[in-house]
T-cell receptor, first 112, second 114 residues
Framework: DMKVTQMPRYLIKRMGENVLLECGQD?????MYWYRQDPGLGLQLIYI???????SEGDIPKGYRVSRKKREHFSLILDSAKTNQTSVYFCASSSRAKNTLYFGAGTRLSVL | KTQVEQSPQSLVVRQGENCVLQ??????????LRWFKQDTGKGLVSLTV?????DKTSNGRYSATLDKDAKHSTLHITATLLDDTATYIC?????????????FGAGTQLIVIP
């Protein structure tokens, strides 16, 4: 079953705390993405990973970093979270060969 | 600047009615266009992908068109069901591979009432 799994689904943190969002996929997709979705806006690209240890900044990378040590896992890290990072974060993966794109169910992060 | 504009922002229809969602974009190049369905609190699920200069696709009660000359796409939903209640998102890809960027619209919120 083709799937992108995000953990946790819901997270509440205090300003200044570190945050780790995890994403896994079971399709051996080369490319993985982290997006955030805010009300009234389209999804915004934070980081894109083309394969293990091959990561590039997206449109809004400030305040975020990523890690991809295995093809099936892609982590998003917020060092010292800020209240304006309250959002829903989506992970996605895609296959270049098949031009397919799959999204996880999202992580709803609240930074107080 | 928003490069993908969707209209209407929200739409209420009665079960059984048909509806049309619009997507206009300024993304260049425009390699392909996808429509996604997003249920409340869930991830995005792909409905269809349009690729050709003037393209049409059909997926059950969902059908879509793309006109790259006009940079315009429509999503038609026939005989709506209550389960069609969701946000529908238009996404334009500027390349044919994952190396390209995806440009997301803000979505049209569709509500289907009995």
């Amino acid at each position: 079953d083709m799937k992108v799994t995000q953990m946790p689904r819901y997270l509440i943190k205090r300003m200044g705390e570190n945050v780790l969002l995890e994403c896994g996929q079971d399709m051996s997709h080369e490319t993985m993405y982290w997006y955030r979705q805010d009300p009234g806006l389209g999804l915004q690209l934070i980081y894109i990973s083309y394969d293990v240890d091959s990561n590039s900044e997206g449109d809004i990378p400030k305040g975020y970093r990523v890690s991809r040590k295995k093809r099936e896992h892609f982590s998003l890290i917020l060092d010292s979270a800020k209240t304006n990072q309250t959002s829903v974060y989506f992970c996605a993966s895609s296959s270049r060969a098949k031009n397919t794109l799959y999204f996880g169910a999202g992580t709803r992060l609240s930074v107080l | 600047k928003t490069q993908v504009e969707q209209s209407p922002q929200s739409l209420v229809v009665r079960q059984g009615e048909n509806c049309v969602l619009q997507c206009n974009y300024s993304v260049t190049p425009d390699n392909h266009l996808r429509w996604f369905k997003q249920d409340t609190g869930k991830g995005l699920v792909s409905l269809t992908v349009l690729v050709d200069q003037k393209d049409k696709t059909s997926n059950g009660r969902y059908s879509a068109t793309l006109d790259k000359d006009a940079k315009h796409s429509t999503l038609h939903i026939t005989a709506t069901l209550l389960d069609d209640t969701a946000t529908y998102i238009c996404v334009v890809g500027d390349r044919g591979s994952a190396l390209g960027r995806l440009h997301f619209g803000a979505g049209t919120q569709l509500i289907v009432i009995p």
